[in-house]
């Protein structure tokens, strides 16, 4: 069973940064999608982003604002996240799903982002 630890939330001003940090338990970026979803209180999670092997797709509303970038030797992938607005303030999940022949599907266990003055 492979574990995705998240790391990097807290609490920033508006238009500050923040990078989030997933790192697996094992050697499997080569053959997953990552995605990156929020939750704000009281609304459902979100899709913010999908990496995989070609391509990284955002949601228009992080567009320009948050990158997705790996790193393969860490078995790592980071969600770097510039302009911070309040209604960036959400839980955020970092998940592996496998690609093909690799049937697998695991979750980080979220990291709090606030974004206030």
């Known amino acids: 069973q492979v574990q995705l630890v998240e790391s990097g939330g807290g609490l920033v001003q508006p238009g500050g940064s923040l990078r989030l940090s997933c790192a697996a338990s094992g050697n499997i970026l080569r053959i997953a999608v990552m995605d990156w979803y929020r939750q704000a209180p009281g609304k459902e999670r979100e899709l913010v982003a999908t990496?995989?092997?070609?391509?990284?797709n955002y949601a228009d509303s992080v567009k320009g604002r948050f990158t997705v970038s790996r790193d393969n030797a860490k078995n790592t992938v980071y969600l770097q996240m510039n302009s911070l607005k309040p209604e960036d303030t959400a839980v955020y999940y970092c998940r592996f799903r496998g690609l093909g022949p690799w049937k697998f599907d695991y979750w980080g266990q979220g990291t709090q982002v606030t974004v206030s003055s």
């Open positions: 990496m995989n092997s070609s391509s990284t």
